[in-house]
């Protein structure tokens, strides 16, 4: 049973849910002067005192509830906004206005007001300013929806069904002996929904800042999960969209520079001391592809005509499934080097396994360190192997899967950063 909140929790509370209603309040009020400057405030339901209101009411309903030990109250409470909710939605739509946004507003504001009393701030904050967000994404809403073609939503369906019905039911174990063991379906189909999420999640960001921004954005957000993922999507959309080339090298790039920080972080959690040493090798490699990717974006110019209207298919399962397939040959691959070979082939035992996954290595080899079993140069260079084999795994991806001209572009940048990575580190 929840304690009485003390006379002190109470006013913290509950000024709380006055903030929280007068932020969405004066984002209504704001929007309406915007809208319609002339009328001064007139013909609006509420705005930056009546949202507070509603908020203390729905705080105030709840602490009476508590009181009597009670829900009618809060009940109530609800209901009676509703019913002034409902008579304000029946007066604005004979005027002529069917828009309910500001009435569900009003009444999810009462609602969190409720949860502020019950000490859900974080919650109620989060839920203020999310609906904040979505009231003043209106126009920027509507813009985006104007600019979805019938293949959108047909392939947003698609990889609905691929992410939230076909992924959960596939078993999580591998099945067969060693090295077969690490063919677990769902962890390789989870590599086939994010291949294809990367795919999409481009073309959303294409459609919402343009073409330039859209790429580059995606090439980070999608170098924190799976840099090859992202080097593949990029690859194959090269081919069919031309005049980007600089572009989608800019985000291969950015996402392998992601792939590199994330290296660091990986060996500073699990041995600082390793990090001491693998930072001088992996912070060369990173310096010189970033250097490489700020050439490419002085360099890069796209003419503004229907830059977006050159995407189309956002969601293609075909290459998608095609790296699926790849990515389980690889692991097996990288398993049995790693089982036949063991301590002796450590090097070896890396750049095989660096092949599928960089990040499985990296942690391998920080722990090895950090036990002793393995010293650190050798971790170190193990590691390093291990990403400079995953670079070039990517760039093989990028010289067979994509267009010339994305070849030619992104070369000089991938020879530089292997020099690099593997010549500082063999200098240690």
Partial sequence: MQEDPTQLQLFYRFGVALAIGLMIGLQREYAHWAEHKEYEGEGLFAGARTFPLLAVLGASAALISSIISSPLILFAGIL??????????FFEARSGSGGITTEIAALTTVLIGALCYYGHLGLAAALGVTVTVLLALKLQTRLFIRQLEPEDVWATLKFAVIT????????????????????????????????????????????????????????????????????????????????LERPFALAILLAWGVMFIRILVEVAVLNFRLLGIVWIPIVAA???????????YRRHSVEKQDEEDRFKNPFELGPALTFGLAFAVILVIAKAASMYLGDAGIYLSS???????????????AELSRDGSVDDLTAARAIVLAAASNTLVKGGIVLSAGSRGLRQVILPGIIASLATAIGVVFLL
């Fill in 80 to 89: 009676a906004a509703g019913a002034v909710v409902g008579v304000a939605y």
């Fill in 164 to 243: 939230i019905v076909v992924l959960p039911l596939l078993p999580r174990t591998g099945y067969g002996p060693e090295p077969l063991s690490v063919l677990v379906p769902y962890k390789i189909w989870l590599m086939v929904v994010f291949i294809s999420g990367i795919s999409f999640l481009g073309y959303i960001l294409i459609k919402l800042v343009g073409a330039h921004r859209g790429v580059g954005l995606t090439g980070i957000l999608g170098g924190l999960a799976s840099s090859t993922a992202v080097t593949l999507s990029f690859s194959q959309r090269s081919r069919s969209v031309t005049g």
């Fill in 286 to 296: 990173l310096g010189v592809t970033l250097v490489y990717c700020v050439f490419l």
């Fill in 351 to 365: 750049i095989v396994s660096g092949l599928a996954d960089v990040d499985a290595i990296t942690l391998s080899m």
